[in-house]
């Protein structure tokens, strides 16, 4: 859970982050000044006698690569404030899960990677934004929405979608392609869930209503449900925004005949 963000915290988190930190950092409000260059207290992965730099470097790598703030990870058990975060303790989960984290980097890249024979300037390695994209969980927007559908219904997963395109449809953390809710419908017609499949087909084609595809594949699960005459308007509608679409009228010739 995020605390209620200040003003001065949105600014931190904009991205000149040790600036303004100096410049939010107005007396009485706060007792301690932050400093990247403070004793070490707890480490225990990272080297102790990691520099200022170099920390800040790690810290807002993380950060970015997972799209949260410090106190994603850092206690803020004393209050909303930067100042209030106690950048040593333990007491959050999330915070000894970095560690996990930050060791299976390091062994991925320095054992398992390491046995790859190229040389080393064009070696990938793997990074904390390699999975994370930018996502406090790396998970997919299929298997994402899917989860929410098992633990409640298709209309709280539409719900969610929207949620999510407008917190991240501009950023990376979540593929919101034509492609990502057709697989997603057709998953679900694998399992027999055909009015799940189609609530969610139909918001791709909400979605995209340019998307021939998406026409197509809405007009299968209305197929599949008996309602041929749905799928009949609907594999038109795919064959005016795509011509060329061999399937809808292999399927149009199908559901006719049998009419
Ligand atoms: C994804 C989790 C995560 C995020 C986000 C994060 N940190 Fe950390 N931070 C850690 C972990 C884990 C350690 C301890 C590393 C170790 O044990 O070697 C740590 C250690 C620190 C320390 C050293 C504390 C000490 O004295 O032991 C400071 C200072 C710190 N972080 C500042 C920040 C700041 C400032 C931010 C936001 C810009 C931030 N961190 C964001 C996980 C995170
Ligand atoms: C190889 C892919 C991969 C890489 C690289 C990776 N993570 Fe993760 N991370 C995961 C997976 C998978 C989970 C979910 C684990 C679970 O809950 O089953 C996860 C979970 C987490 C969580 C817990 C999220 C939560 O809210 O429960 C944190 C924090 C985290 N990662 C931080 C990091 C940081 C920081 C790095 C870089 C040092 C990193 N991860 C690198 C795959 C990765």
Not at 13 to 27: G, M, R
Not at 35 to 44: C, F, K, P, V
Not at 115 to 138: F, Q, S, W, Y
Not at 242 to 256: C, G, I, R, S, T
Request: proline content about 4%; hydrophobic content about 40%.
């Amino acid at each position: 859970m995020q605390a209620t963000a200040t003003p001065c915290l949105k600014l931190v988190q904009a991205s000149l982050l040790v600036l303004l930190i100096a410049a939010c950092a107005v007396p009485p409000l706060f007792a301690q000044r932050f400093s990247w260059d403070a004793e070490r207290e707890n480490l225990t992965v990272l080297p102790e006698d990691i520099s200022g730099p170099e920390l800040r470097a790690v810290m807002q790598g993380f950060t970015q690569a997972l799209g949260v703030r410090c106190e994603h990870c850092h206690d803020d058990s004393k209050g909303p404030r930067f100042s209030d975060l106690d950048f040593a303790s333990d007491a959050k989960e999330t915070k000894e899960i970095t560690r996990t984290m930050m060791k299976m980097v390091r062994r991925i890249n320095g054992e398992d990677l390491a046995e790859i024979d190229r040389p080393a300037e064009v070696r990938i390695g793997v990074t904390c934004i390699t999975c994370h994209r930018g996502n406090a969980l790396p998970i997919t927007l299929e298997e994402d929405l899917n989860r929410v559908i098992v633990a409640e219904d298709v209309d709280a997963a539409i719900a969610r979608y929207h949620t999510l395109r407008e917190r991240y449809g501009d950023g990376f953390a979540y593929d919101f392609r034509v492609n990502t809710l057709n697989n997603l419908g057709y998953q679900l017609l694998g399992e027999d869930k055909i009015d799940e499949a189609i609530a969610i087909f139909r918001l791709n084609t909400e979605m995209y209503p340019q998307s021939s595809n998406a026409f197509d594949s809405l007009a299968e699960a209305y197929m599949k449900k008996g309602e041929p005459e749905r799928a009949i308007a609907l594999y038109q509608q795919s064959l005016v925004l795509n011509p060329n679409n061999d399937n809808a009228v292999e399927m149009l010739k199908q559901l006719k005949a049998k009419q």
